[in-house]
């Protein structure tokens, strides 16, 4: 392992590349950049390039984030090389001057690693030059090369002139300029995100904020603001209301209606130019209608664009008179159409206005689940992409498809040594991972609509496999009964899901020379499609002869291969996968390094492929019932074994690494226990002494360095030893060295902490340093207990065939066999007596908050529990005496439960239904799922082309066409009753009803909330407008109501490995109380994220939101609104508009804008999340409390007392519902509510909440605490002003009139205080320091960082303030 130091000294050189603060300097705000280059210790200059929202001086406008990819990374401390010769050179770019046609010159910063062309894709998004597209760039009558780096061109220096220069077309340029014509008109056009194409997504925040905040506080401080708030919600968002509308989901952006510019614009039929005319220079003929109803007919020719003589049913190719030849199209618009000239200009200048974020294409498509009708509208792009570029033609690779492949495997094999090589390739890795996902995703949806021929036509539909777009698709059916032991098809449709899993892990572990096919499973209409690349030659060979390592038959045949086997074996540790032996059909020994399954081609290119790679992961015992094998006592109270719809459940990587962690401190601790007996039973001081001395020196050096070193800090103490999914290593120092030495000093100092890089072999196991034959032993004991493969050092690896059928082991090593059943059956009782119980835990005290269906799985998945589990995990809540806590958590669960059960039989029911039936078919199901209409009948669809006699060649064409009209005699009661034996048969859990409004009524469910689960599940989208589903009358959807329907799609999602590196660092500095340190390490991770990335991802956006979050704590507040207000708009686009981090985004964003003092933002953004908070999960929710505390101070804020107290009462009893009487929360939420009280002068009521309050800081913290304290001080204060009203009112009635009334003090509350509450609720605490702490403080860390170079400490107690405390807990 080379350390890689990114401690401060290293990796913070004082001139942070982007330094945000010193950037808002600039003219032009936050858009400004500064840039820098980087050379790295090789001198030979590779620039690590950076995606950056950047900003050309003069005109302070941001561009595409694509459109400018500058050099600025950072390389990470040591490369490779201890001594740390990162020399970072600001080359903080240069401005040219552009001169374009027809426009004044403007200056453009650029800096020297960007190429020309970069500077071409800015001229065509800026808003006086975004019509050219055919031009070059000359400098002195030169043309710069497109591809050049400006740095590399001669003259070109600060301040020269760049002049535009018109180019001549050709029929590529031609369809260039109209694409990039039509993308201009329909650019604030929302149905591309509608119809879920391009990258496309929606965003609804600059609704809410009213454009863009940074301009906004400066605007709105006129006067007094708080004259101008409405701040009543709407009637649907209080609390208590039981409507939930679906219609403010989509609030109407008026941007969004389009000023037309034109009526149509579309290609002529007189294309493609015949031969006389192509000698005239015609490329093609355009139709265009004006919105002033003018027909005109376009010719683009090589000079320009210019009006024909043309009408539609007559040529005449000769220019008009006037023609109005002009080099631009919009420029021949403008002339002979004044409206389009008015709405043109108009629009882009609203389309320059709009966040870049709105509109930069996310790396994968986000399928919106609603949308209102939009209107189709005629568009000649779209209608020849759907036609052309479907067929496998990328636009950008003329005239050929893609080597998928090729391309896939190349970018892996890209150099990686440094920081900047090993960005190029993630950013190569990740782009063409993006590109590929969303080739396959439309090549299995026209396998499905039927629109690809099968490679093998004459065989069933079931079996057919397709080839598009070198792309290989097949069926997720059992063809061949390949898997007729395993289960049938539903193994058949588990088996791409696993090997999907298997793919990702060996592509994390990213072993050099070993390659797997790039993977994307996609479920649409009811099919499972598997989508790989083509491994070249595999088409031309029989499998039996390709597959040189593995079996082809579950393992009657097995062959073996040494490349394979040296190749695997790098990855049997990182994966846990045990070397093994198994026995062929000769009954010859054969050694493996993986499962049977997985096979072993070498492609005709030379490269070692392996592939089905489903048996990545051990099998889990608790759903593979075997004869003759006993479980755990812990499963079997559990109901464990049971039997499962297939035989391929395996464990999850995640339970893999959490067991071995487990294992792992238990080996620790029977190690350092069994020692110590030892040291009692005979003081042998000199040799622990001697121990400590071989591990004293070289941990003190290097535990600054290793303790960042962001595997997950593989410090290996007991509390530390932390697995990271892609590699773990575990340097333990044959952990007995560490415990014997922590076992005798531990009293008086910490020593060992880090791995000693002295004992450490290359694949991370450790040597023991330990001749001593006692520690041996005792290390021996420990390791035969936990089950460890080596005698030596702590091991844990897996052997993925036990208990696959088919699968022989030799007799020698049966013993190794026993070994690995016992792990297994300890890990499925690890996961039942563990995993779940630790789920529940979370659940319990809030360190696990999940709102919908997606964050139950995915807290599930952290954890390592399979969806399988759902069953079991809810019937332990339920058993748990802290049941009603988990009233939200117990809710959520039940309805995942009943919607993948509903999606299971909505499966089946698709595959049945023939296209044309398709919208009437999904209506029907979701009017049997949801209304509580009880006879729903399916509509037959009145054929809109009544032909009876179906010719039965076509019957057999679509995949699974039988009797289709089977769907429409579904029935809710037989719905219902599908789905109570489906949860029974897959979940083993009871659900006792026989209806929608049961089960509603029962488990406290909403509607709303089961259609978007089901609608994402499935990938519906239904039109958005509001349903009755109570109503016993009338069905609540029509065929008219289902819009669309999606593909779901999963792939692997490649990391940016250096990049998350930086941000883990900067968490942990966080933690430890470093913000500027912190700060900058998760700045330079943001960069890092850009530049692999590009500009949207959800890694970007945790990024964001942390780095708003610190810019908030040390008082930059516009900064933390122009991070936040990013983060939120990247979650809307990347996670969708009501994602459950989209809604924390928003509560954060209106925390910023508050502290910025815009109230009637932040109120907005609060109620707006409040609402999709009750359409996500409903008003019973932990996380509601806070939501409603944050909007009852803001209220009280403004002065709303009455309003206030409803949300601040809600949270109230949201709080003590979930945790508890006696909780802090609860004591704070009576505080706030008091405060309310007090300012409409109800003192008794304030006095009983303050009072409560006040009990429960003195039961929890004592007198003593400070809390406490200021409690009884404010009600003394309380009393004090009660008292006072009293008087006032008893002289009052006393004296009538004309008392002395004492002026009573009602004060509105301070801002000030407000703030104060706001931050504490959410968790914000500021640490007041003086200068002189300041000071002593930065002094304190050079010292350190002085002795830590020097590579010893002064006295040993002085720990670095990077270490943690490693003393290993001795029971």
Same mark, same amino acid.
């Given at each position: 392992?080379?350390?890689?130091?990114?401690?401060?000294?290293?990796?913070?050189?004082?001139?942070?590349?982007?330094?945000?603060?010193?950037?808002?300097?600039?003219?032009?705000?936050?858009?400004?950049?500064?840039?820098?280059?980087?050379?790295?210790?090789?001198?030979?200059?590779?620039?690590?390039?950076?995606?950056?929202?950047?900003?050309?001086?003069? !005109?302070?406008?941001?561009?595409?984030?694509?459109?400018?990819?500058?050099?600025?990374?950072?390389?990470?401390?040591?490369?490779?090389?201890?001594?740390?010769?990162?020399?970072?050179?600001?080359?903080?770019?240069?401005?040219?001057?552009?001169?374009?046609?027809?426009?004044?010159?403007?200056?453009?910063?650029?800096?020297? =690693?960007?190429?020309?062309?970069?500077?071409? =894709?800015?001229?065509?998004?800026?808003?006086?030059?975004? !019509?050219?597209?055919?031009?070059?760039?000359?400098?002195?009558?030169?043309?710069?090369?497109?591809?050049?780096?400006?740095?590399?061109?001669?003259?070109?220096?600060?301040?020269?002139?760049?002049?535009?220069?018109?180019?001549?077309?050709?029929?590529?340029?031609?369809?260039?300029?109209?694409?990039?014509?039509?993308?201009?008109?329909?650019?604030?056009?929302?149905?591309?995100?509608?119809?879920?194409?391009?990258?496309?997504?929606?965003?609804?925040?600059?609704?809410?904020?009213?454009?863009?905040?940074?301009?906004?506080?400066?605007?709105?401080?006129?006067?007094?603001?708080?004259?101008?708030?409405?701040?009543?919600?709407?009637? !649907?968002?209080?609390?208590?209301?039981?409507?939930?509308?679906?219609?403010?989901?989509?609030?109407?952006?008026?941007?969004?209606?389009?000023?037309?510019?034109?009526?149509?614009?579309?290609?002529?039929?007189?294309?493609?130019?015949?031969?006389?005319?192509?000698?005239?220079?015609?490329?093609?003929?355009?139709?265009?209608?004006?919105?002033?109803?003018?027909?005109?007919?376009?010719?683009?020719?090589?000079?320009?664009?210019?009006?024909?003589?043309?009408?539609?049913?007559?040529?005449?190719?000769?220019?008009?008179?006037?023609?109005?030849?002009?080099?631009?199209?919009?420029?021949?618009?403008?002339?002979?159409?004044?409206?389009?000239?008015?709405?043109?200009?108009?629009?882009?200048?609203?389309?320059?206005?709009?966040?870049?974020?709105?509109?930069?294409?996310?790396?994968?498509?986000?399928?919106?689940?609603?949308?209102?009708?939009?209107?189709?509208?005629?568009?000649?792009?779209?209608?020849?992409?759907?036609?052309?570029?479907?067929?496998?033609?990328?636009?950008?690779?003329?005239?050929?498809?893609?080597?998928?492949?090729?391309?896939?495997?190349?970018?892996?094999?890209?150099?990686?040594?440094?920081?900047?090589?090993?960005?190029?390739?993630?950013?190569?890795?990740?782009?063409?991972?993006?590109?590929?996902?969303?080739?396959?995703?439309?090549?299995?949806?026209?396998?499905?609509?039927?629109?690809?021929?099968?490679?093998?036509?004459?065989?069933?539909?079931?079996? =057919?496999?397709?080839?598009?777009?070198?792309?290989?698709?097949?069926?997720?059916?059992?063809?061949?009964?390949?898997?007729?032991?395993?289960?049938?098809?539903?193994?058949?449709?588990?088996?791409?899901?696993?090997?999907?899993?298997?793919?990702?892990?060996?592509?994390?572990?990213?072993?050099?020379?070993?390659?797997?096919?790039?993977?994307?499973?996609?479920?649409?209409?009811?099919?499972?499609?598997?989508?790989?690349?083509?491994?070249?030659?595999?088409?031309?060979?029989?499998?039996?002869?390709?597959?040189?390592?593995?079996?082809?038959?579950?393992?009657?045949?097995?062959?073996?291969?040494?490349?394979?086997?040296?190749?695997?074996?790098?990855?049997?540790?990182?994966?846990?996968?045990?070397?093994?032996?198994?026995?062929?059909?000769?009954?010859?020994?054969?050694?493996?390094?993986?499962?049977?399954?997985?096979?072993?081609?070498?492609?005709?290119?030379?490269?070692?492929?392996?592939?089905?790679?489903?048996?990545?992961?051990?099998?889990?015992?608790?759903?593979?019932?075997?004869?003759?094998?006993?479980?755990?006592?812990?499963?079997?109270?559990?109901?464990?074994?049971?039997?499962?719809?297939?035989?391929?459940?395996?464990?999850?990587?995640?339970?893999?690494?959490?067991?071995?962690?487990?294992?792992?401190?238990?080996?620790?601790?029977?190690?350092?226990?069994?020692?110590?007996?030892?040291?009692?039973?005979?003081?042998?001081?000199?040799?622990?002494?001697?121990?400590?001395?071989?591990?004293?020196?070289?941990?003190?050096?290097?535990?600054?360095?290793?303790?960042?070193?962001?595997?997950?800090?593989?410090?290996?103490?007991?509390?530390?030893?932390?697995?990271?999914?892609?590699?773990?290593?575990?340097?333990?120092?044959?952990?007995?060295?560490?415990?014997?030495?922590?076992?005798?000093?531990?009293?008086?100092?910490?020593?060992?902490?880090?791995?000693?890089?002295?004992?450490?072999?290359?694949?991370?196991?450790?040597?023991?340093?330990?001749?001593?034959?006692?520690?041996?032993?005792?290390?021996?004991?420990?390791?035969?207990?936990?089950?460890?493969?080596?005698?030596?050092?702590?091991?844990?690896?897996?052997?993925?065939?036990?208990?696959?059928?088919?699968?022989?082991?030799?007799?020698?090593?049966?013993?190794?066999?026993?070994?690995?059943?016992?792990?297994?059956?300890?890990?499925?009782?690890?996961?039942?007596?563990?995993?779940?119980?630790?789920?529940?835990?979370?659940?319990?005290?809030?360190?696990?908050?999940?709102?919908?269906?997606?964050?139950?799985?995915?807290?599930?998945?952290?954890?390592?529990?399979?969806?399988?589990?759902?069953?079991?995990?809810?019937?332990?809540?339920?058993?748990?005496?802290?049941?009603?806590?988990?009233?939200?958590?117990?809710? $959520?669960?039940?309805?995942?439960?009943?919607?993948?059960?509903?999606?299971?039989?909505?499966?089946?029911?698709?595959?049945?239904?023939?296209?044309?039936?398709?919208?009437?078919?999904?209506?029907?199901?979701?009017?049997?799922?949801?209304?509580?209409?009880?006879?729903?009948?399916?509509?037959?669809?009145?054929?809109?082309?009544?032909?009876?006699?179906?010719?039965?060649?076509?019957?057999?064409?679509?995949?699974?066409?039988?009797?289709?009209?089977?769907?429409?005699?579904?029935?809710?009661?037989?719905?219902?009753?599908?789905?109570?034996?489906?949860?029974?048969?897959?979940?083993?859990?009871?659900? =006792?009803?026989?209806?929608?409004?049961?089960?509603?009524?029962?488990?406290?469910?909403?509607?709303?909330?089961?259609?978007?689960?089901?609608?994402?599940?499935?990938? $519906?989208?239904?039109?958005?407008?509001?349903?009755?589903?109570?109503?016993?009358?009338?069905?609540?959807?029509?065929?008219?109501?289902?819009?669309?329907?999606?593909?779901?799609?999963?792939?692997?999602?490649?990391?940016?490995?250096?990049?998350?590196?930086?941000?883990?660092?900067?968490?942990?500095?966080?933690?430890?109380?470093?913000?500027?340190?912190?700060?900058?390490?998760?700045?330079?991770?943001?960069?890092?994220?850009?530049?692999?990335?590009?500009?949207?991802?959800?890694?970007?956006?945790?990024?964001?939101?942390?780095?708003?979050?610190?810019?908030?704590?040390?008082?930059?507040?516009?900064?933390?609104?122009?991070?936040?207000?990013?983060?939120?708009?990247?979650?809307?686009?990347?996670?969708?508009?009501?994602?459950?981090?989209?809604?924390?985004?928003?509560?954060?964003?209106?925390?910023?804008?508050?502290?910025?003092?815009?109230?009637?933002?932040?109120?907005?953004?609060?109620?707006?999340?409040?609402?999709?908070?009750?359409?996500?999960?409903?008003?019973?929710?932990?996380?509601?409390?806070?939501?409603?505390?944050?909007?009852?101070?803001?209220?009280?804020?403004?002065?709303?007392?009455?309003?206030?107290?409803?949300?601040?009462?809600?949270?109230?009893?949201?709080?003590?519902?979930?945790?508890?009487?006696?909780? &802090?929360?609860?004591?704070?939420?009576?505080?706030?509510?008091?405060?309310?009280?007090?300012?409409?002068?109800?003192?008794?009521?304030?006095?009983?909440?303050?009072?409560?309050?006040?009990?429960?800081?003195?039961?929890?913290?004592?007198?003593?605490?400070?809390?406490?304290?200021?409690?009884?001080?404010?009600?003394?204060? &309380?009393?004090?002003?009660?008292?006072?009203?009293?008087?006032?009112?008893?002289?009052?009635?006393?004296?009538?009139?004309?008392?002395?009334?004492?002026?009573?003090?009602?004060?509105?509350?301070?801002?000030?205080?407000?703030?104060?509450? &706001?931050?504490?609720?959410?968790?914000?605490?500021?640490?007041?320091?003086?200068?002189?702490?300041?000071?002593?403080?930065?002094?304190?860390?050079?010292?350190?960082?002085?002795?830590?170079?020097?590579?010893?400490?002064?006295?040993?107690?002085?720990?670095?303030?990077?270490?943690?405390?490693?003393?290993?807990?001795?029971?």
């Amino acid at each position: 392992m080379v350390s890689k130091t990114d401690d401060i000294p290293a990796s913070v050189p004082n001139c942070n590349p982007v330094d945000l603060a010193e950037a808002g300097d600039g003219a032009q705000d936050s858009k400004d950049t500064s840039k820098t280059s980087l050379k790295d210790s090789c001198g030979c200059g590779h620039s690590a390039d950076t995606a950056m929202v950047n900003g050309d001086g003069a !005109h302070g406008h941001a561009e595409e984030a694509e459109s400018k990819q500058d050099g600025n990374g950072e390389a990470d401390g040591g490369e490779e090389s201890n001594e740390q010769e990162v020399i970072v050179i600001q080359d903080t770019g240069f401005t040219v001057k552009i001169q374009a046609p027809g426009t004044e010159p403007f200056d453009l910063q650029v800096s020297p =690693q960007e190429m020309v062309q970069e500077i071409h =894709q800015v001229l065509m998004d800026r808003e006086d030059t975004c !019509h050219r597209t055919c031009f070059s760039l000359q400098l002195d009558g030169n043309v710069l090369d497109n591809f050049a780096e400006l740095k590399s061109i001669e003259g070109l220096q600060e301040g020269s002139l760049l002049k535009v220069v018109e180019e001549p077309y050709t029929v590529r340029e031609a369809r260039i300029h109209v694409r990039h014509i039509r993308d201009l008109l329909k650019s604030l056009d929302p149905s591309d995100a509608y119809n879920g194409v391009d990258c496309n997504s929606l965003s609804f925040l600059s609704i809410f904020t009213d454009g863009d905040l940074g301009d906004s506080g400066k605007r709105k401080k006129k006067g007094n603001e708080l004259e101008q708030i409405d701040c009543t919600p709407p009637e !649907h968002i209080l609390p208590g209301s039981k409507e939930r509308p679906l219609v403010p989901l989509q609030p109407q952006n008026k941007d969004w209606k389009p000023m037309q510019c034109l009526k149509v614009l579309t290609m002529s039929g007189w294309n493609p130019p015949p031969g006389n005319r192509k000698m005239h220079g015609d490329l093609m003929y355009l139709y265009i209608v004006t919105v002033e109803e003018r027909h005109v007919s376009v010719t683009a020719s090589t000079r320009g664009f210019y009006l024909n003589q043309s009408t539609t049913y007559t040529f005449n190719p000769k220019p008009a008179n006037p023609s109005f030849l002009s080099h631009s199209l919009v420029e021949l618009l403008s002339q002979i159409s004044p409206a389009f000239k008015k709405n043109f200009t108009a629009l882009q200048k609203k389309r320059v206005q709009r966040h870049p974020f709105e509109r930069i294409a996310t790396p994968f498509q986000v399928y919106s689940w609603t949308a209102p009708q939009v209107d189709h509208a005629m568009d000649c792009v779209r209608a020849e992409d759907a036609y052309t570029s479907r067929l496998g033609y990328e636009e950008h690779i003329p005239g050929q498809t893609r080597d998928w492949n090729e391309e896939l495997q190349t970018t892996r094999e890209l150099p990686r040594k440094n920081l900047p090589e090993r960005l190029l390739r993630e950013r190569a890795i990740f782009k063409v991972h993006s590109d590929f996902a969303a080739a396959a995703t439309r090549g299995a949806m026209a396998v499905i609509d039927g629109n690809v021929m099968a490679i093998n036509p004459g065989e069933e539909t079931r079996m =057919q496999m397709f080839i598009w777009n070198n792309i290989f698709f097949s069926l997720g059916f059992d063809v061949r009964d390949h898997y007729r032991e395993l289960g049938g098809d539903a193994a058949a449709h588990a088996a791409p899901t696993n090997d999907l899993n298997g793919v990702r892990a060996y592509g994390a572990v990213d072993v050099e020379g070993l390659y797997t096919l790039g993977t994307v499973v996609v479920d649409y209409r009811g099919y499972r499609v598997t989508a790989q690349s083509i491994i070249p030659g595999i088409l031309e060979r029989e499998q039996e002869q390709s597959v040189i390592y593995g079996s082809i038959d579950f393992g009657k045949t097995v062959v073996s291969h040494s490349k394979y086997l040296e190749l695997l074996e790098k990855t049997s540790r990182p994966l846990k996968v045990q070397r093994h032996n198994v026995l062929n059909e000769k009954n010859e020994t054969v050694e493996l390094c993986s499962s049977v399954e997985c096979k072993g081609i070498i492609g005709n290119d030379g490269r070692h492929y392996i592939l089905d790679l489903l048996r990545t992961f051990p099998p889990d015992l608790n759903f593979l019932p075997v004869d003759g094998e006993e479980l755990p006592p812990e499963s079997q109270r559990q109901g464990f074994p049971r039997q499962h719809r297939h035989r391929l459940a395996c464990l999850r990587q995640e339970l893999i690494e959490a067991f071995v962690e487990h294992r792992y401190l238990l080996f620790m601790k029977m190690a350092a226990l069994q020692l110590m007996q030892q040291k009692a039973n005979k003081d042998t001081k000199t040799d622990a002494l001697a121990i400590t001395e071989t591990s004293e020196t070289p941990s003190e050096s290097n535990a600054d360095t290793t303790q960042t070193q962001t595997t997950a800090s593989e410090s290996s103490s007991a509390t530390e030893a932390s697995t990271d999914n892609t590699s773990q290593t575990d340097n333990s120092t044959s952990a007995a060295s560490e415990a014997a030495t922590d076992g005798e000093e531990s009293s008086s100092k910490p020593t060992t902490n880090g791995p000693l890089d002295l004992t450490t072999t290359q694949n991370g196991e450790c040597k023991s340093p330990l001749e001593d034959p006692k520690s041996r032993e005792v290390v021996l004991n420990a390791c035969k207990a936990v089950g460890s493969i080596s005698n030596t050092s702590f091991d844990i690896r897996f052997n993925p065939d036990i208990f696959s059928p088919g699968v022989r082991f030799p007799d020698d090593s049966t013993d190794d066999v026993q070994k690995q059943k016992q792990l297994l059956k300890d890990a499925a009782a690890f996961l039942v007596s563990c995993q779940i119980p630790s789920l529940v835990k979370d659940c319990l005290d809030h360190s696990a908050l999940p709102m919908d269906g997606a964050t139950l799985t995915e807290a599930l998945h952290q954890r390592g529990i399979n969806v399988r589990y759902l069953g079991s995990v809810l019937e332990f809540v339920d058993k748990t005496p802290a049941k009603a806590q988990l009233e939200h958590f117990y809710r $959520i669960g039940i309805s995942e439960l009943i919607t993948r059960c509903a999606k299971h039989i909505f499966k089946t029911y698709l595959q049945g239904v023939e296209l044309s039936a398709l919208s009437a078919a999904v209506s029907h199901f979701l009017n049997c799922f949801l209304s509580s209409f009880p006879d729903a009948v399916a509509h037959l669809p009145p054929d809109e082309l009544v032909s009876r006699r179906k010719s039965r060649k076509r019957r057999n064409r679509v995949p699974g066409g039988g009797d289709n009209t089977a769907w429409a005699s579904l029935t809710p009661n037989e719905l219902w009753k599908n789905i109570a034996s489906e949860a029974q048969s897959y979940y083993h859990f009871t659900i =006792q009803c026989e209806s929608v409004d049961q089960v509603v009524e029962k488990y406290g469910l909403q509607k709303t909330t089961l259609l978007r689960e089901i609608s994402i599940k499935t990938g $519906i989208q239904i039109l958005i407008k509001e349903y009755n589903f109570d109503s016993r009358h009338k069905p609540a959807f029509t065929e008219e109501d289902i819009l669309n329907i999606f593909p779901v799609v999963k792939h692997v999602n490649p990391k940016a490995s250096d990049a998350f590196h930086f941000f883990q660092s900067g968490q942990a500095k966080v933690q430890q109380g470093f913000l500027k340190e912190g700060c900058e390490l998760i700045n330079e991770a943001l960069n890092l994220f850009n530049n692999v990335y590009g500009a949207m991802h959800v890694e970007i956006c945790a990024c964001l939101r942390l780095l708003a979050r610190l810019n908030y704590i040390m008082g930059d507040h516009p900064e933390a609104l122009s991070n936040q207000q990013k983060a939120v708009l990247m979650s809307e686009r990347v996670l969708g508009i009501e994602h459950p981090n989209t809604i924390q985004e928003y509560m954060h964003l209106a925390l910023y804008c508050f502290a910025n003092g815009q109230l009637s933002t932040a109120l907005k953004l609060l109620y707006r999340a409040r609402y999709l908070m009750l359409l996500v999960s409903g008003e019973d929710h932990p996380e509601m409390a806070l939501l409603d505390s944050n909007i009852g101070l803001v209220l009280h804020g403004v002065m709303e007392y009455d309003l206030s107290l409803r949300f601040l009462e809600n949270a109230l009893t949201i709080n003590t519902k979930y945790h508890g009487l006696r909780s &802090l929360k609860v004591a704070l939420s009576h505080h706030l509510v008091a405060r309310v009280y007090e300012s409409k002068a109800e003192f008794r009521s304030a006095l009983q909440h303050e009072k409560e309050g006040y009990t429960i800081y003195k039961n929890q913290m004592g007198e003593a605490h400070e809390k406490t304290k200021e409690s009884s001080e404010y009600l003394k204060y &309380l009393t004090q002003q009660a008292v006072a009203l009293q008087r006032t009112m008893n002289e009052i009635y006393k004296n009538g009139s004309n008392a002395s009334i004492m002026p009573l003090k009602f004060t509105a509350p301070s801002m000030a205080s407000v703030l104060e509450q &706001l931050n504490i609720i959410n968790g914000i605490i500021f640490i007041p320091l003086s200068q002189k702490d300041l000071e002593n403080l930065k002094a304190e860390v050079q010292r350190r960082q002085q002795l830590q170079e020097l590579g010893k400490s002064e006295e040993p107690t002085e720990d670095s303030p990077l270490e943690l405390e490693d003393k290993i807990p001795i029971d």
